[in-house]
């Protein structure tokens, strides 16, 4: 239930439906498993996994869902050997070089051969609404199937007016001038990890993991003209995380004492733990980003036309 890694995106117009109308949608859209022809499935879940049985589950305003990706596993090289293998049987049969169309024809009937025998992978991406915040927060470390679930959704809603948030001087300035200027906000403090880069498309990379990120040896990449790209960082005696100059953030980690908030509640009873603690992680995810961006001079609404 514990996100660890985040993409989030701003409404650009506010997002009305209830949980009744959310439900509803995703309803119409769920996941089926493949069939042993089928090459990949995409559809929704139950947001609570074998515990819940609606496709989303509220929370104090936020909406959990969670999307489910079925695929089977074709290994490129394989499918590859395989066609020219039959394209050399061609050759040697009528003696001349197969056809493009030849080719894909030989390639589509490999696969479908093949398809039966692949072994398949799921994957499921959690991500909630908070429309009182304006804002969609993904659990994935991938931007593409971060996008993949909001292409998802927009389909079954018809529409999803969402923007990624893009401050208007560059993140990667703000974050150098962090370690330049030590004009970190207050409920921020650097961690132990950084990633540099130097100017120019060859420029160099330098990564540095405990070290201290005020000390003389990462003032001498700064002075070389490198601009922080990731910086590690801890929120609020909440939280630490990867902050990467798309805003991006990775490996989320809560401490302790936000773990501890939801002890007293009866480990038997695991619909109880599950809502408490998405509860519990939602409120603090969405005080986060709107801290997060006023450093870079940002609010969640920032986004939203004007009527």
Known sequence: MWFKNLYFFAFTRP??????????HLSEHLFTPLGSTEISHFGWVNALGKHGDTSVHSANGNFLICARKEEKILPAS?????????VNLLEQEQGRGATKKEKEQFKEDITFELLPRAFSRITDTHAYISPVNNIIVINSSSRGKAEDLLALLRKVLGTLPVSSLEPDVCADETMTDWLNEKSLGGKFTLGMEAEFNALG????????????????EI????DADKYVVKV????????????????????????????????????DDIVAKLDADFALMAGELNRFIIELLAEFSMKTTDHLEKD
């Open 15 to 24: 997002f009305e439906w209830s949980e009744q109308d959310l439900e509803k």
């Open 78 to 86: 394989v499918i590859k050997d395989m066609v020219e293998e039959k």
């Open 201 to 216: 498309d060859d420029g160099a990379v330098v990564r540095v993991k405990n070290q201290d990120l005020i000390g003389e």
């Open 219 to 222: 003032k001498a990449h700064l």
């Open 232 to 267: 590690a960082l801890e929120w609020d005696e909440t939280l630490s995380f990867i902050l990467c100059d798309d805003l991006a953030i990775k490996r989320v980690k809560f401490f302790d004492v936000i773990h501890e908030q939801n002890d007293d509640i009866d480990s």
